[in-house]
Structures are given as C-alpha cells and as structure tokens.
C-alpha cells in the first residue's frame, strides 16, 4: 500500500517533503510543544507543573485580556481594508503608467528593509514626538500641537506607522498578479466595448483572487502579530490603550513569569488569525 | 653573633614595615589557582568605547590569573530573555550582569540557579568596598546572590542658566547645591513657576518648570520622585507600600504642577531621551535626572552646553531627602563547572583597579572601590558633579536601598507609571490615582504569584 | 495624456509618503545624535558614524554574517517553495488541502511564541551559534509556499493539459510551463525571503550569543547605551540594510522581469 502510494506520487512528494519537513520539525513542533505549555503552570524557569485549563479560564476572566482581543481587532479594523484598497490603487496605477514604474516600484518597498523596531522610534521621535515635525510646524503656524500617543489617537498612530509599512510591498505583490493576466483576455474584452470600471470587475478582479488572498492573509496576520511598533512607541499604554494581543501574551510570559499562560493566550491568537483565514478564503473562492 | 642579631631585628622590622603597607596596595589579588579556564560572562552594553575597554581589561585579567573569559554583549531590550531562556536549556553562563529587578524573579523563581555568595565574600573585601549598598542592594531573604559593580547614582538636574534668566534668587541656587543646606518642595515649586514663562514674547509659553517622561515603561522615572518622600514599593513578604501617604504626596505634587502648567508640553508621553535632552536645550528648568552619558557625549561633540549640574536631593514632605542609587551586579550561576574561576571573575569586577578606571573614563560612573582620590585623578573636573553629590548623599545615608524586594516589582513599574501617566493627562485626580495604584501594585503581587 | 499626469502625480505622493521616513533615517545618520527629533536641515555633515561603524565595531563582520545569511536562505527558498507551491495549487497530492492549512499555521504564528522550546531543542541539536541553526529555520518560509501557491493556482491549467496531450512528462510541465510563466511570483519570492532573512530580528537573538556570529540586526544593539540610544550610529545601520536589498532587486529585476515578456507574450 505505502509502496503504491510512494511511487504514484514520487514527484508530487519530492517536490513537497524538503519544504514540509522544514517547516514542521522548526516551526510546527515547536509551536505544538508551546501550545501543550498552556496546560501547565510554567516560570521558564522551573518545571512546568500541570494545573489543565485554568490558565483559560483565567484568562478569560482577565479585563486586560479582553481588552488586547479588541484593540488587536481595532487594529485589523483600521489596517486591513486600507492596505489591501489603498495597494491594489497603487498597484493599477502603476500597472497603467506607461513609463517610469520601474522607478517607483524600487522604491515602495524600502520601507520594509527598515527594522520595524527603528522605524517606530524614527516615527514617534521625528514626526510624531513633542517636539517632533508634526507638532513643530503646527506650533509656527500657530495651532495646537496634537498628542499623537493620547488615548484616542496611539492606535490610530500605530496603524498609520504599519500601513506605511506594509503599502508599498503589498502593491508590488499586486502588480506582479496583475503581470499574470492572460492580455488577450483584456484585449478581447476591448474589442467586446468594455471600458476600465468594467474590465477591473469582470476580468482584472476574478483573476486577482488568489492573490487577493495572498495579500489579505499577509496583512491580517501582520496586523495581529503587531508587536514592534507598540513596543518602541507607547509601550501599550496609555492605560493599556494600544496595547494588542501579541503584546499581552509577551507581558505575561516574560514579565509576569507565567508562560502556560502566555501560551493559552496565543492559543487564542492563533485561533482568531486562522478564523479569519478561512472566512477570507471562503470569501475569495477560487472559481 | 649580635651582627647577626642586628640583621635579623632589621630584617623583621622591614617585613613587619612591608606587612602593614600591603593592604593598601593592590585591591584585587590575583591567583594563579584557575590557569587555563575558560568561563562564559554575559554582559550589557555600555556604548562601543565600554565593549571594546572591556576587552582589554579582561585580557588584563587573563594576564593576571590565566582565566579566558568569553564575552557575551546582549542587549537591553532582550537581554533578559537570553539569559531566562540559557537558563532554562540548561545552558546557563557561568558570570551574568544583572540589575536587581531582573535578578530577584530569577532568583525566586528558579530551582536554585543563582549561587550565594556568602562564603566567598571574606572580611577583606567588605573593607575594601566603600559603597555599602552595592552589597546591600543584592541581598534577598538575607542570602547575597551578587555584587554590585557599576554604581549609578541618580539625582535631579538643574538649568542653572534658566533658573538665573528666570530671576530665581542665587539663595535658592545655593540651597540645592549645598549638602549642609536644605531645600523643599515649595522652594521647588517657587522655582519652577518663575521658570515657566514665555521667553520670546510671541504670547506663548515655551520654558517650563520640569521634564518627565510620562510616556515611558522604565522604572526610574516615577521613583526618584517617590523615594524622595522616603516611600516603599514593596517588601519580600509582598506588603504593597505603594497607595499610602508618600504616593499621594506625590500624585499631589503632579497634579499641581499640572494645574499651574510648569510641566512641557506632552509630558504625558514623552519618551526619556526627549525629556533629557529638553533640559539640555534650555526648555525647561528641571530633569527627573541628570544623564551623564548625553551630557558627556554632548560636550565631547563640541556642544555649547547650558550649565546644567545634578543638584542633592530636597526635603520632601515627609522629613525624609531620599535618592536612588542604583548598582548593575554581577551573579555566577549555581550549575557552574568552574565557580572558583567565576568568583575571581566577579571580584575583579568589583573591586580591581583597572575595572574602576575603566568604567570612570568610559561612562563617568563608579565601581564600589571608587573613592574621592579617584574620582579627581580619573575624571574630568566637568564631568564630576554626579560622582561628587554620589559619594556625599551616600556618606550622609540619603541613600534609600533600591528595591525591588519582590518579583512583582516588574510588574508594578506598569502600575505606577500609568499612575502619573493618568494625573498628567487630566483622567485622575491625585486621590483616584493613588487608590487606582494601590489596587494594581497588589493585583500586580497577586498576578505574579 | 492627461490621465497619465494625473497617474504619475498620485504616483509621486505615495513616493513620498513612503520615502519621508527613510530619507529621515538617512539624514539622521548624518549626525551625532541621541534624539531622533532633529532639524530637517543639518548644521553639519559627517560621515563619521559611518566610519566608527566600520573601524570601532564589528560591523563588518556582522555584515557578512547577514549578507550570508540572507543569500543562503533566499536561495533555499526560491528552490523549494515553487514546486511546493505547484503541487499544493494542483492539489496533486491527498490531503493538500490539509497541508495547506498546516503550512498557513505555521506561517500566523509568531517566533516569539515558540521562543523556548525552539531554543532548548536547537541548543539540544547543537545548533546554537552556527550558520545551519540560523538558516535552517528559515530554508523554506510558509509565506513563500503560500504565495507560489496562490500565484500558479491562476495560470490556467488547460496550458498544463495541453502539454501534457503532447507528450510532456510531469517534471517537463513543471520545469518548461509553471516556472517560466511563475517569474514575477519567483522575484518576489526572492525578494521576501531578502528582506525578511535581512531583517530577521528574533532567530538571531536567541539562537546566537558569539559576537562573531552576530547579524547586523543583533550586533548594533550591542552598541546602544543603558537608556541612552545614539541615533546616529542606529540609522547609519539602518541604511546599510537597504543598500544590499536595492541592488538585489535591480539584479532580480533584470534576471526575470525580462526574459518574461519574450516568451509568454505577456506584458
């Protein structure tokens, strides 16, 4: 049987193993392992102690951890639709210049070559600090200045910092998915009368699907693994306001020394990124 | 015959000569006991002239007792993990560079990971050590798991220059810079109004009284205000001290610096490094620290500076004139195979010369066997002023221990800086706040658990 | 024409919206600073960050560490993640689907999840402070897998059929139709796996502790200060990790944006 199987899908399974057995023996069984740690009572240092699932049901009754699951949504929210509109934009504009696309498709991804973790600090110091570029020039024409890292306005500051981020590289993933439409559909299209709005809908958008797909998992998981930029910029605070998912899950691991329930907390993480993984591919049905 | 005697009562007499100058001569004795070991140390760093000085003084101790050190630099940020998740493999250095807060969770938390240091410390070395907290400071449930080995005396900085332009009287100047005189909160407060003012006439306020940082999750910020008022966090049986008198006399003295807008715009959440350098840049009259780092490399850059010194502590409320000094350490792991090579290691650290000039020259600051000699001999006169007010504030016991004594102090920081953080953006009154703290400082203790 | 204006004038402010900051890293590193608020205009230039970067650190070292690194795995990558890719798009294989969703989970989950038991068990295999520790991990990224996937799923599969009619084995197909016709998805790939092994922050900081082994990610902050951070010597390293990414993506560029118009007759 396992014979038959193995050389009906010799092929298949050469072209397959390198990359599975990579990602699970480093990734999966770690993360396996790591989840199992939400069963015990851990402090990295010592032997983790089996206490079942109390680390969840304290967890769920922790104010602050509800708290994290909103703003993380409130982040995907603000991030996700932004992104994957304000990509897709540059990347039809970019795909109709005639010229000169080269010239700015090196440079929108250069914001990714930036650590986050440095960009963040050159962002809450350069523009949106006290004294920083914002605030200067709005204290010379006069106005007040704006407390970017208030509590109505750190998320909405973080979120602006990641979809600069994320922008320029997101358009160039759909540039090269627009790369792959068949041109003589488009050009058939022409001859049948079609003008742009209805070659985008009908042609342009079914074919984008799969990479829509690609783009919406990227920016959602991005967008609830936030952690850098809260890190260098706010901290969480104030009073925890921007404080996301990842950001708890790290406290309670490795300041509160509590890591089965840290994991819990990813646990929960990783359940909401696959969710919405599977309504975004339910969505974006492949035809 | 009584030649011979002559020559034996003068050769005893030098010995004895000889033996009495010893101990004064060289603070760190080096043994050849642990020749050809190799020991692992995980360090902090101290900026790029610290790493590449440790270096050399580190081949000075190999020279000295034929022990290879292998030096790790890790990071500030994620240092820790390092070390926790080391720990955890099993893979544990023998040396580790510590602060108090990192050391007591690992301490409290871990199977005995970290060795006692009780038998090692022998009678000469707590002679040598002019600093007592630095042995103090490491001392939990009454076992010393480390020694401190980079002092870092904090007090609070003043613009003199501002204070001058602002017609602050030279009494009250002298006041702050006098340790026999006295000088208070409302000596302060006077201070700080005539500070904040508009300097350009354009109808807007741009000098203030004080820069904070509320916007950071570090510890010193709210305790150099706290221990001023003699106040403490937390102690090893975990009574939460936060949420009594002191943290209201606090919050109170927020608040009303707030309300009288002496404190620069966005203090709510700014960062430290904004909050050092307004004071270097002449907006405001108060730091909640002097950084010797930013005022050396400011002026080694060939800045026009303002003067701006670090000032003896006021007398708060209380009666107390509390200051924080705090001491990095250095902790051998207990599953080390080698912990005769890593206490030599860990006493060269502490108490030998070349550690001390080293750290005078490359960061201004001290070892516990740095006296007043060697701070004039070793550092530049500009750069004194923090060492100086260090040795005097120590010598008078206005040195409060630095704590934490609890491994929820981590954890607390969140809390009490998020206290202030909420008076200074107007969501708190003095009095919710410290009640609001008292309840996090023991959900904090009770988290930890 | 003027719609082509009016293209090349958004064009022009998504530029700028994106390059601000890292022309500000750049200006920063320009100076000696310990804040990031500085004047837009610097009173003085200085490229001395830059030689204290070269001549007082390990720098160089850490640079061709990372760059190493970096090329290994994108290699490793643009080797393995098509052909995965392919056979997942196809769904050639039973229980791809199941596959699929383990590699997408893989991918959602953060490193710093799995911290611990990745470090005991890379300390267990003696992969602690090499080049294979640091690599491995990253030899094939869930995130390249997927994208291959999702790229080749479009093209069309009746082009594989008919080759197949004609005669091709299925490693021709793969080889002769899939790769070509997947160049822009492979650029990209490559380009990813760059950055990210580039940028790779958390595989480093625990896996490595030698300074000799450090990546630039993990060897410039062993020049930072207890509190104080020198912005100038950060951002001057920072613009070291975008100069090798350009040149990598003219270099990609060139090898498949340009074969693919020749040969499929797609723009």
Redesign the interface.
């Known amino acids: 049987m396992i014979k038959n199987f193995l050389s009906e899908y010799k092929y298949e399974l050469l072209m397959v193993l390198p990359a599975v057995l990579i990602i699970f023996i480093f990734k999966l069984i770690p993360v396996i392992v790591s989840f199992s740690m939400s069963l015990t009572k851990w ?5 983790p102690e089996f206490i079942g699932f109390d680390n969840f049901v304290q967890l769920f009754q922790d104010p602050n951890f509800w708290n994290a699951v909103w703003n993380t949504l409130f982040y995907g929210i603000l991030i996700i639709p932004s992104v994957l509109i304000g990509s897709l934009a540059v990347a039809l504009i970019l795909n109709s210049l005639k010229k000169g696309a080269s010239f700015y498709k090196a440079a929108y991804y250069l914001p990714m070559t930036l650590p986050l973790s440095i960009a963040a600090v050159i962002w ?2 350069g523009f949106f ?3 920083g570029f914002v ?1 200067n020039t709005l ?1 010379k024409l006069g106005l007040n ?1 704006i ?5 109505n306005l750190a998320k909405p500051s973080i979120s602006l910092v990641y979809l600069w981020w994320t922008l320029g590289f997101c358009s160039l993933i759909y540039l090269a998915g627009l790369r792959g439409i068949p041109k003589t559909r488009l050009e058939a299209a022409e001859i049948d009368g079609a003008n742009t709005f209805q070659k985008i809908i009908y042609i342009i958008w079914p074919s984008l699907k799969p990479i829509t797909l690609f783009v919406a998992l990227y920016i959602t998981q991005t967008t609830f693994r936030i952690f850098s930029a809260v890190f260098a910029m ?7 306001s921007s404080e996301p998912l990842l950001y708890y899950t790290y406290n309670w691991g ?5 890591m089965g329930y840290s994991a819990a907390a990813s646990v929960v993480l990783f359940l909401m990124v696959i969710s919405v993984y599977l309504f975004q591919s339910y969505i974006l049905k492949e035809d | 015959m009584i030649k011979k005697q002559k020559l034996f009562i003068l050769i005893s007499m030098m010995a004895m000569v000889l033996l009495l100058t010893l101990p004064g001569m060289a603070a760190y004795e080096p043994t050849q006991e642990y020749e050809g070991t190799t020991i692992s140390y ?1 360090s ?5 002239d ?3 000085n440790l270096e050399d003084v580190l081949a000075k101790f190999n020279e000295l007792t034929g022990i290879e050190v ?4 890790l ?4 240092g ?3 070390i ?2 080391a ?5 544990a250095p023998d040396v580790m560079y510590t602060t108090p807060s990192r050391a007591l ?2 301490i409290t ?3 005995d ?1 970290i060795e006692p240091l009780d038998d090692y410390i022998d009678e000469e070395l707590r002679e040598e050590v002019i600093f007592n907290e630095a042995l103090e400071n490491y001392k939990f449930g009454g076992t010393t798991y480390a020694l401190g080995h980079y002092g870092d005396p904090h007090q609070f900085a003043a613009n003199l220059d501002v204070l001058r332009d602002s017609g602050v009287e030279e009494s009250y100047i002298e006041k702050m810079l006098d340790p026999e005189k006295e000088w208070t909160w409302d000596d302060w407060m006077y201070m700080m109004e005539k500070a904040t003012k508009d300097t350009n006439d354009d109808g ?1 306020i741009d000098q203030w009284g004080l820069a904070y940082p509320g ?4 510890a010193s910020p709210f305790l150099h205000f706290y221990w001023n008022t003699g106040g403490k966090v937390i102690d090893t049986e975990g009574n939460i001290g936060l949420g009594g008198e002191e943290t209201m006399l606090v919050m109170e003295l927020f608040e009303e610096m707030m309300d009288k807008g002496l404190l ?11 909050s ?3 004071v270097f840049e002449s907006k405001v009259a108060f730091n909640y620290t002097f ?1 010797p ?2 005022y050396i ?2 002026d080694e ?1 060939g800045e026009e500076l303002p003067e701006v010194v670090p000032v003896y502590p006021p007398v708060s409320p209380t009666g107390e004139r509390g200051s924080f000094f705090a001491w990095n350490g250095v902790m051998m792991s207990a599953r080390s195979e080698n912990k005769g090579a890593a206490w030599e290691l860990i006493k060269y650290l502490t108490v030998s010369d070349e550690y001390k000039e080293m750290i005078a020259k490359a ?1 201004g600051k001290l070892t516990p066997v740095t006296s007043e000699s060697d701070i004039e001999n070793l550092i530049k006169e500009e750069y004194r002023g923090l060492l100086n007010i260090g040795l005097e504030a120590s010598s008078r016991g206005w040195y409060l221990r630095h704590e934490p004594a609890h ?1 929820a102090s ?2 607390i920081v ?1 809390g009490y ?2 206290a202030v ?2 008076v200074l ?1 107007g ?1 708190m009154t003095a009095e919710e706040a410290t009640n609001w703290l008292k309840e996090e400082a023991e959900t904090a203790r009770d ?2 658990e | 024409m003027k719609k082509e204006g009016l293209l090349h004038v958004i064009a022009i402010l998504v530029l700028v919206f994106i390059m601000i900051p890292v022309l500000w890293t750049f200006r920063l590193s320009l100076s ?1 600073t ?4 500085v004047p837009l205009i610097p009173s003085e230039i200085s490229f001395d960050n830059y030689t ?1 970067l070269f001549n ?2 390990s720098f160089l070292t850490w640079l061709k560490n990372t760059v190493i690194f970096a090329t290994v795995v994108t290699f490793l990558n643009v080797l393995f993640a098509p052909s995965a890719g392919y056979v997942l798009a196809r769904e050639k294989l039973p229980g791809s689907k199941f596959i699929l969703l383990g590699i997408v989970s893989a991918w959602v989950i953060p490193w710093l999840t799995v ?2 038991p990745l ?2 068990a890379m ?2 295999l003696g992969l ?1 402070n090499t080049f294979q520790g640091l690599i491995l991990p990253l030899a094939v990224s869930p995130m390249a897998i997927f994208l291959a996937r999702q790229y080749i799923s479009n093209i069309p599969i009746e082009l594989e059929e008919s080759a197949i009619v004609d005669g091709a084995s299925k490693l021709e197909v793969f080889f002769k139709i899939i790769l070509p016709m997947s160049k822009p998805a492979l650029m990209i790939v490559a380009l990813m796996s760059f950055i990210q092994a580039w940028g790779n922050f958390i595989l480093p ?2 896996l490595i ?3 000799s082994m450090k990546t630039l990610t ?1 060897g410039i ?10 912005w100038g ?1 950060i951002s001057a390293s920072s613009i070291f990790g975008i100069l090798p990414v350009i040149i990598i993506f003219i270099a990609l560029n060139k090898y498949f944006m340009e074969g693919l118009a020749m040969r499929t007759g797609m723009k």
């Open positions: 402090r990295i240092i010592d032997t809450r110091g600090g006290t004294f605030n204290t200045s407390q970017f890292f208030s509590v706010t901290g969480g605070g104030p009073s925890r490795w300041q509160n020394f509590r | 995980y902090f760093p101290h900026g790029p610290y790493n590449s292998e030096v790790t630099m990071s500030w940020g994620e820790n993990r390092s926790l998740s720990i955890a493999a099993g893979d969770p690992i938390f871990g199977n990971v807007k916007g950071v999750n570090n620069v715009d966005g203090v709510a959440n700014m960062t430290s490094s904004e050092d350098n307004s950084p780092e930013v490399a400011r850059a960061t491994p981590g954890r969140r800086n998020s953080q909420n953006s969501n988290e930890v | 000696q310990y804040s990031a608020n204290t007082g650190t911290l611990i470090y005991i300390s267990r602690v900081l625990i502790t030698k300074t993990v902050p062993e020049l930072q200060q207890q509190g104080i951070t020198n010597i």
